[in-house]
Structures are given as C-alpha cells and as structure tokens.
C-alpha cells in the first residue's frame, strides 16, 4: 500500500469538508473493499476520511412513513441486527460475506461500490430505496448507472438510505463459495402498488430489474406465475464461475424461490 | 506518524503509526503480539481474527487508526495469566482441532465471539459462523467439534476425529 493520510471527522459536515480539501481524498467506511484495492494500488489516494466515528451516520430507525431508516456508515451486523422492521433486509444483511466482514462492513460502503455481485444494491432497487447523501437524495432507479458506477459525485456521501417497508420480500443468493458474494442474487419485493425484482451478480451491466417477471408476479405473486418467463444470457457476466447462459437460468430459478419464500 | 493508544488484552498499549498501518501490522510488529497469524492478507483466510470492542475482525483488513481508543483482544490474551488455557482452547487441543496451527488463532478468536453472542450454538451455527476462516489442515470436523464441547454440548454422536 502506498501511504495515505488519516482523518476521522465526527460531524457530516467535517467530512465533506476534508473531502473537498483534497482531490485525492476518499471516504473510508469499513475498509472491506477499499483496504484489499489499496494493498492491490488500485487506488492510491492521499487522504482517508473515515466515516467512523459519526454517530448521525450510524444506526437503524424509523421514519416517519413507516420506511426503515439506515445510517450510511451502519455495519451489515446492525443491520441484520436491528432492521427487524423489514426483516427479508436484515437477512440480506445477515448473509454478506462473514461475520468479520460484517462487523466492519457499511452499508454506505456497499452501495457506493456497487460491486456486480453484491447484495445490498438488489435489496435497495427491489425496495426502491432512496439513497440520501450530504447533497441530494438519489431514487434506486436512477442511483445505479453500471457495474462499480453510481450517480454520487466526487467527495459525495451516503450519508442514509431509507427503504419502504413491503408486503412481503425475500432474497435469494446462489453464493460464490470462493468470494462468498452472490454468483447470482435475487430480491424480490411486493408493494402494494406493484411487484420489484432486482437481480445482481448477473448482468454486465450491474444490478438491473426484471420488468417481463415484475408484471407477471404483479398480476399473480406466485412463483408459477413466472412459468416460460426466462432473459437471455448473451449479455451476462461469463467468467470460470459460471456462463451467461448459466448465469441466466439461475436468474429465474432464484427468483421462484425468492417469490415462493416470500409467499 | 500519529500516534495510536488502545488497550490490548487488558493493558495499555500505544505506539506511532502511518496511515496505510494495518492493525495486523500493529499488533505484531510494535507490540511483537505474533499470536495474530497473517495468511493471505486478503480478507479472505481469518488467521488474523482479533476483538476490537469485543466484535470479531480480520486484522488485515483494518487499519490500526481505526483501532485508537479500543479494547483490542488477541489469542494471547484468552490463556490465563498461569498460562492455563481457557476452555476454547482446551476444547482444540482435546479434540485435535488443529494440526499445524497456523489458523488457530483466528479460529479460537472467531469462535470465542460466536459463544458469546450464541453460547449454545448448534453444528450448522458453527459451521457458518466460521464461514470466513479456512483451515488447510483439518478438514473442520475438530474445530467443529471442538467448538461444540467448548459450548459444553455433548459431542459423543460427532463424527469420528
Ligand atoms: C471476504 C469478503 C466477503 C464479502 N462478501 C460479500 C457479499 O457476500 N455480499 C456483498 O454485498 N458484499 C460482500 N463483501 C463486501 C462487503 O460487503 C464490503 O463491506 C462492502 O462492499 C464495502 O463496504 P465498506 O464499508 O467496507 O466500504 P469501504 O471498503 O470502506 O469503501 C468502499 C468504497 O465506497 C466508498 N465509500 C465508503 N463509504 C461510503 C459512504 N458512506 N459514502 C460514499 N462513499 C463511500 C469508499 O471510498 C470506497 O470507494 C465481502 C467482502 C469481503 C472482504
Ligand atoms: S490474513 Fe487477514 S483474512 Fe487472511
Ligand atoms: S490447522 Fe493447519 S491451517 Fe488449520
């Protein structure tokens, strides 16, 4: 690793500040992915703001439309621990990488990432949660721009994310047993307006809804309401775990399952 | 440098760190704590499992400035001060869950937080509890095992050693 600076602010505001100080500044949540891609210099910047040590960025609550409320520097552990106001969120959270993992691991840090094969982005699209940072709140739908590409801005933080508490919900992960990230995920979620689907680990293009198997579970929420419905795995991520077309055929076994556990 | 202070395994303990210093780092090369082992230093093995406030981490993957100001345990600080071990550890040596022990630590330390969040875990809990700590000596069955006795479950109908 080359070496870096270490700030750790205890106000929001602090921590844009240092971040806006130096264009060679990035925010430090739990480290999970940013240590190992520093010790690869694949970053290299010249200052860490951690996001550790502010309270008003940590914790779960409740909002006042009933949606569950996430603090952006929240690790995975208190989220499985504490979400239990929408519980298929906390068992996504309670299934990420391992327990050590999930100690340090933020959700903030997840979502910012936005790692083809992570979790925590199918939760936030099916949910179509609202990603609250220092500056805006950025809807699901037009949060997630691509494998590792988000709307944030340079220096910009998650500093929240609120997601609408559904009907019912469940995720499904076929886990990569070397990486422990999601070979192929499905998050399903029932509104009352309307079924979501959201699918990760799949597609090049990163996470990405199923709108064929959203208007069919929408009409009927079974899972043989999604019988002949399949996606094509010719734009699908293809590596030595699995092909496309692989790839494509768990997309639909996984999302069966996820409607049949959340019926 | 910046300087650093915690407590680790209940004594004061403070040094002058750069930025990029792993907590791993710390604890063995200025507090020359070895016990925490470093395998792949890619968070994947847990041979670098130690508390940090009484939670499980991957040292390697934590940067001691992260740490300053903790209660930091590591595998030296689970024998007692007569160097007597503590049920954990007695519970691998009893069940042979180690062979060459490289893991050890790590595994110890991971179990240690799993029985105090779950102290009767059942064999599934243990297995996936110790999801991010590989072993490439013993195949689980004794660390599994060894586990379970530790959590003072009877072990008599676990596969054989
Ligand atoms: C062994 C292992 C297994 C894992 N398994 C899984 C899995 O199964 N599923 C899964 O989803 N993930 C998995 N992960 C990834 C894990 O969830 C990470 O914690 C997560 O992707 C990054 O979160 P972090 O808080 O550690 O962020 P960091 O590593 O600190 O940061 C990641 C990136 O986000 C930026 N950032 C951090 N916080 C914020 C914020 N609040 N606002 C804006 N930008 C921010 C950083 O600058 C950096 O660019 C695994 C990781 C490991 C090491
Ligand atoms: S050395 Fe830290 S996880 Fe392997
Ligand atoms: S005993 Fe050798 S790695 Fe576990």
Redo the contacts with the bound molecule.
Sequence with gaps: MYNFDVVKPERIADAVKELSDSSES????????????LKQRL?S?DK?VS?SAIPE?KGVCAGDDGSVCIG??T??ATVAAEASAYPALAATAA????P???N??????????N?P?????AAALASGATIV?NAREIAADDYFQGMFTTA?DEG????EVRFPVPEKANYQ?F?QPA????LV?VYVAKYADGVRVAI?GASNDGVFRWAEAEAALSANFSADALDGLSLSGDDMISDLHGTGAYRAHLCAVMTKRAVAAAA | MTQVSMTVNGKAASGDVEGRTLLSSFLRDQLHLTGTHVGCD???CGACVVHVDGQAV?SC?MLAMEADGSEVSTIEGQAGADGSLNVIQQAFQDHHGLQCGFCTPGMVMSAAALLKENPKPSEAEVRAYLE?NICRCTGYHNIVKAIMAASGQDVGAMAAE
């Design positions: 990035q925010p430090l949540g739990g480290g999970q992915t940013l240590i190992p891609t970053a910047p860490l996001l960025m952006g520097a690790t995975h299934h990420i990488g391992d050590a993992v999930r340090r691991g933020t959700i903030g840090g997840s979502l910012a990432n790692d094969s992570a979790c925590y982005p940072t944030l910009e933080i998650i500093t992960k886990v990486s422990r990230f999601a995920g990760t | 890619t968070s994947q991957k993957t991010g």
